[in-house]
T-cell receptor, first 111, second 119 residues
Framework: SQQGEEDPQALSIQEGENATMNCSYK?????LQWYRQNSGRGLVHLIL?????REKHSGRLRVTLDTSKKSSSLLITASRAADTASYFC???????????FGTGTSLTVIP | DGGITQSPKYLFRKEGQNVTLSCEQN?????MYWYRQDPGQGLRLIYY???????QKGDIAEGYSVSREKKESFPLTVTSAQKNPTAFYLC??????????????????FGEGSRLTVL
């Protein structure tokens, strides 16, 4: 399987704290994307980082990419209860028109 | 508003029956995808289509079929050959970046999903 791995599988933090989740993948990529999924809903795109980029910011989100280690991390700063959701990384695999999703991190932010 | 519409949201099926899940998008996207999600797991690709009248198998295509007769529509049929069809099914479409010099493709836009339960 080309599916990536994410860790931790579950994360519980207090409101206001930062949340960090990691993603590892197996093949060469064009870009890596992070998505959010509220329970029982579809996924929503958060941020995209290209293979030639090392860091990207969007609001309270910070994404890093290390292609030599085939890994990425998503940092959510100053978390809010509304950030409670599952977060998935997805790799746009080079030379293929497919996206491979990680196993997800379930984030719970306690008010 | 532009988006992807999946229907039905909930579907119950008896064993041995085929069911078809609808996916319609008005985003003018060329590529469309079907994913399956099991509890506590990530998404696995069933089928995808880059263009009208063309589609390819994903990692778990057995027991499923699709068609792409119109750009806007990509229905998925779960056949009786699918041994364990109970799952959450997600349809997505993809924008293609048109700016030169940039590699890769755009983000995926998802529908709200269809939850299929086999009785």
């Amino acid at each position: 399987s080309q599916q990536g791995e994410e860790d931790p599988q579950a994360l519980s933090i207090q409101e206001g704290e930062n949340a960090t989740m990691n993603c590892s993948y197996k093949t060469s990529i064009n870009n890596l994307q992070w998505y959010r999924q509220n329970s029982g809903r579809g996924l929503v795109h958060l941020i995209l980082i290209r293979s030639n980029e090392r860091e990207k910011h969007s609001g309270r989100l910070r994404v890093t990419l290390d292609t030599s280690k085939k890994s990425s991390s998503l940092l959510i700063t100053a978390s809010r209860a509304a950030d409670t959701a599952s977060y998935f990384c997805a790799t746009d695999v080079a030379l293929r028109n497919q996206f491979y999703f990680g196993t997800g991190t379930s984030l719970t932010v306690i008010p | 508003d532009g988006g992807i519409t999946q229907s039905p949201k909930y579907l119950f099926r008896k064993e041995g029956q085929n069911v078809t899940l609808s996916c319609e998008q008005n985003l003018n996207h060329d590529a469309m995808y079907w994913y399956r999600q099991d509890p506590g797991q990530g998404l696995r690709l069933i089928y995808y289509s880059q263009i009208v009248n063309d589609f390819q198998k994903g990692d778990i295509a057995e027991g499923y079929s699709v068609s792409r007769e119109k750009k806007e529509s990509f229905p998925l049929t779960v056949t009786s050959a699918q041994k364990n069809p109970t799952a959450f099914y997600l349809c997505a479409s993809r924008s293609r970046e048109k700016r030169e010099g940039l590699r890769g493709t755009g983000e995926l836009f998802f529908g709200e999903g269809s939850r299929l339960t086999v009785l």
